[in-house]
Every structure is written in structure tokens, then in C-alpha cells.
């Protein structure tokens, strides 16, 4: 049976109301360089690149718009910035060569023939996501790690954002090779929406970071091939790539059991020592009423709740030969009936989540305090008071998108 069911980032629930908070970052003991990653060859920008300090642990994400915001401390040059993403030759520059505004950052797509890379074990696909799964102790941090992640949930309603809930955290992440879920502390929070005044109905995210956090499947891998029984699943090779000069395979792979709302996607494994390097997963929802009881956690009378898209994407990092969990995203599209209504409504409810920096945990058993987070915790109804002007400029976040921004300043306008 699969463990579908028990999905923190599966579980959606229709409520309304919001306060509005909103915060002002300031500057202190740091230097912030912004810019935009950008494809050499079209000139089009290139999304969630990742961008790192070599011999730190400092590191961000592009957005949607291929631009980033990277604080580093003050008189930490001189040191170089890897950037990277998949398909595309890696870069590394010197600090010097960023700026406030305006960096712009080139990178060149892989157009060589990958042909070091040998077909695996006489094609076996599957083989080869078993070893994946086998070695993730091996090739992933197998110490008990601390990590300091920024978290952005936002929803919105056709094409016009109406929420926007952002938070930095700490991950207490477990052992690759361990059982056991993780926690997660809240550092600092701030929203900013009005879905009274707005006169619409309000989708609200349960489980907030948790689900991010569970899309990381070399930690959970029972949530994607449940039972981790990968007979019941369909591998294909496809055409391999690059990322950070290492080559890759691409493994499609297709759910066979087709009862229930069903995964398939794309993974990218490393080639010298089969770690996960990323992974796409969607989810077939055609079965609606299936989607509903899996999403819909609770909803008005006189209404039909149900997803027509889900969609996750994870990326890893390597420092110092091991992998770790470094960025994810999640992408679920509802639509919403009403009895009495000619039209129906559409709303969108994206979470990403990205690592900035990390360190062994040093403490053997963590005090849980009271801004540590439950599983099923709302960020729009549990999360308040924790603004904070001094605190936002120093830490990295994924830099917001035009978008984004435009849309909570109408909002803090219609409310005032």
C-alpha cells in the first residue's frame, strides 16, 4: 500500500484570514551583491543556479528570474564564487567581480558528446537507482548536521499573488543512513496578505517547511518508492548531461501501480559514484477523487476541491566529497467549484526551500523549544511576532521575484 497517505506536504486545507506583517531589512556586517545568471547563448535567464562560496558553506539560489542576492561577511576577500547548474559549464570568479547591483553571470551549456559516460551494468536502470539508494550513507553527510535554510510559500489566485509567508529556519538534519524524521526550528518569520478584503476564498498550506523538507528522497526514499519495492516501478535511460564538470545519468522512472494518484519523473545520478544529484517528480492526479482525500484537507459546503498539478524538484550539493540536501521546491495547482458559480476558480500554492549554510550539530540531544515547528503547523494562522528590521539584511534568502513583490505592494495598499 502505498505511504502516500501519510505525506506531510500532501496534506492542504481550504480556511480563510490573514494579518499582515511586513519587514524592512537592514545592513550590518555584511556586504550583499546582487545580479543575474544568464544563459550565453539566448540571453535567457537561468533559474534556481546555485551559487556558492568555495571553502565556506555561504551559498544561494537564482529565482524565477535568474537573479540572486549573496551576503557574505565583511573582509571575507579575497575568495571565489562557484556557479552551477545543470546542462551548463560551471563557473568560478573571484569576488571582486561581483557587485551591488547589476552582476551579470554568463554560463555556456554543455555542448560536448558525453560519451565517457558507459551505459550502466548492461543498461540496467533499475540496478542502478538500487546502488543510488544503497550508497546514500556513503555519499551523503552521515553526521548529524545543523542547517540554516530560507523558506518563501506563496499562493495566489490565477494570475495575481495574494499571500507571501517567508521564514529563516533551522534544519536538524539526521543521518543520510538513519531512521527517524527531522526537525525543524523557526529563527525568524514574516507575512504579509489580506484575504478578507481581497472578497476570496483563501488556500492555506499545511506542514510549511516540513514540505520541503520530505521532498529530500535520498532521506526519505519510502516516500517516493514506497516500501523502497522498486519492482513496481519502470526505468529508462535517457540522454545524459553535466553539472559542475561531472557527468550524469538522466533515469526516467513510471509508477506501474496506477490506483491511486501516481509519481513519475526524472533522476540525475552522478556517474563516478551514483549519488543523487537532482530530481523532478510530478504526480498524476486524473483520479480526482483520489487527489482530493491525498490533498484536500478540509473545504467549504457547496464546493469541489481538487489538484490538477503537483510537481517537486530537489537539488543536492557537494562539499568536500559528500552530497547534502540543498534546495527544493513544490508546485500544487487547485481548482475550486462552486455549485452557484458559472466560472471556476484556480489557485496556485508554490513552497521552495534553500540551504545558505550548515554545520555538524554539536549537541547529542536537542531541547525542543517552543519555536520548534509541528508537521502540521499553518505559517498563515501559527506563525506571527517574529518580524525583526535588524535581522533579514544579513542572512541570505532567494532574492523575490518582480512578480512576487508588485503584487504584496497592491495588497499593503488595498489595506491601508
Request: glycine share 6%; hydrophobic share 35%; no cysteine.
Amino acid at each position: 500500500m502505498k505511504n502516500l497517505k501519510t505525506l506531510m506536504l500532501f496534506l492542504v486545507g481550504v480556511i480563510i484570514a490573514y494579518s499582515p506583517i511586513s519587514a524592512t531589512p537592514f545592513l550590518q556586517d555584511y556586504v550583499e551583491y546582487k545580479g543575474e545568471v544568464i544563459n550565453s547563448d539566448n540571453e535567457g535567464v537561468i533559474m534556481n543556479a546555485h551559487l556558492s562560496v568555495n571553502e565556506t558553506n555561504i551559498s544561494t539560489v537564482t529565482n524565477s528570474e535568474g537573479k540572486f542576492s549573496l551576503k557574505v561577511p565583511e573582509g571575507m576577500s579575497p575568495a571565489t564564487v562557484n556557479i552551477s547548474y545543470l546542462g551548463y559549464q560551471s563557473k568560478n570568479l573571484p569576488l571582486s567581480y561581483f557587485k551591488a547591483q547589476g552582476t551579470k553571470i554568463y554560463l555556456d551549456p554543455v555542448v560536448e558528446e558525453l560519451t565517457e559516460i558507459k551505459v550502466y551494468e548492461a543498461g540496467d536502470a533499475r540496478r542502478l537507482v538500487r546502488t543510488m539508494l544503497d550508497n546514500r550513507g556513503d555519499n551523503y553527510i552521515d553526521d548529524p548536521t545543523q542547517m540554516t535554510a530560507f523558506y518563501r510559500e506563496s499562493i495566489s489566485r490565477g494570475n495575481r499573488n495574494v499571500s507571501l509567508s517567508e521564514a529563516v529556519v533551522k534544519i536538524h538534519k539526521k543521518p543520510y543512513s538513519h531512521f527517524g524524521d527531522e526537525d525543524i526550528e523557526l529563527v525568524k518569520a514574516r507575512k504579509t496578505a489580506d484575504y478578507d478584503r481581497l472578497d476570496t476564498l483563501a488556500l492555506k498550506l499545511r506542514g510549511g517547511p516540513f514540505n520541503t523538507l520530505f521532498i529530500d528522497v535520498m532521506k526519505y526514499p519510502e516516500y517516493l518508492f514506497y516500501d523502497n519495492d522498486l519492482d513496481n516501478y519502470e526505468f529508462e535511460f535517457e540522454e545524459p548531461t553535466q553539472i559542475d564538470n561531472k557527468y550524469l545519468y538522466v533515469v526516467s522512472f513510471n509508477d506501474t501501480n496506477k490506483e491511486l494518484p501516481w509519481f513519475f519523473g526524472t533522476l540525475y545520478i552522478d556517474a563516478e559514484t551514483q549519488s543523487l544529484v537532482r530530481a523532478k517528480l510530478n504526480m498524476n492526479v486524473d483520479n480526482r477523487r483520489a487527489a482530493t482525500n491525498m490533498f484536500v484537507n478540509k473545504k467549504p459546503g457547496g464546493t469541489k476541491v481538487y489538484p490538477i498539478e503537483v510537481s517537486y524538484d530537489i537539488d543536492y550539493h557537494q562539499q568536500d566529497g559528500k552530497w547534502y540536501f540543498g534546495y527544493s521546491n513544490a508546485k500544487l495547482l487547485f481548482v475550486v467549484n462552486w455549485k452557484k458559480k458559472l466560472f471556476n476558480s484556480r489557485y496556485q500554492v508554490d513552497s521552495e526551500m534553500a540551504v545558505t549554510n550548515w554545520q555538524p550539530q554539536t549537541e547529542d540531544r536537542i531541547k525542543k523549544g517552543e519555536n520548534f515547528l509541528n508537521k502540521r503547523v499553518v505559517m498563515a494562522d501559527d506563525i506571527s511576532g517574529f518580524t525583526d528590521m535588524q535581522f533579514w539584511g544579513s542572512n541570505n534568502i532567494i532574492e523575490p521575484d518582480k512578480s512576487i513583490q508588485n503584487a504584496i505592494e497592491k495588497i499593503q495598499q488595498k489595506i491601508q
